[in-house]
């Protein structure tokens, strides 16, 4: 079945960096653009970062340009982020996401992982 | 930074019909997507491009769009629609995702 799994969340100081990664299984995964959503404790939904389905095309929310890039390898059937100088406000749980339309990345997100925290503190 | 405005929360009682709203300048121009979350679980897609739904979820899930504002409705609530519900659009360009804060749905 679909399905996306994300790993990689822990307890992290300030300033110190991580990355999560956000296996998908069940779908041609290189044909989807993908997101990464976070969600920070007793608040809503954030979107963070799309890249396309070729890697090629990436967009980043201001609250974390410059400090995260996502990325992907098809090979492996991936998705990424690598989330530098981290701050207490990026505690959150991060889920990654599907794209609803394929290649074009448009849509929706109609596929989510479970998500994994990320706690950052000192 | 683009904006979409919902209602902090909405009660209804078993069996009465919900409604949602989502305020946003570009919703005119840009399709809107709905999500139920309940409590310690991921998200879940109830609405795709302001009117249609997914498979797999009940008739009773319905959206429309009306110049800046789309609305989800609940028809016949059941205590299992107890959730947050979260709009969320595209800016202008059609590149930044973003989301609206959020509605509270209480079955009461």
Redesign the interface.
Known sequence: QVQLVESGGGVVQPGRSLRLSCAASGFTFSNYAM?W?RQAPGK????VA?ISHDGVNK?Y??SVKGRFTISRDNSKNTLYLQMNTLRSEDTAVY?C?RA?VEQTG?????V????TTVTVSS | SYELTQPPSVSVSPGQTARITCSGDALPKQYAYWYQQKPGQAPLMVIYKDTERPSGIPERFSGSSSGTTVTLTISGVQAEDEADYYCQSTDSSATYRVFGGGTKLTVL
Not at chain 1, 112 to 115: A, E, L, S, V, Y
């Open positions: 997101h959503v809503g939904l954030e979107w799309v967009y929310a201001d889920y996401a609803q448009s849509g929706g997100m109609d989510w992982g479970q998500g």
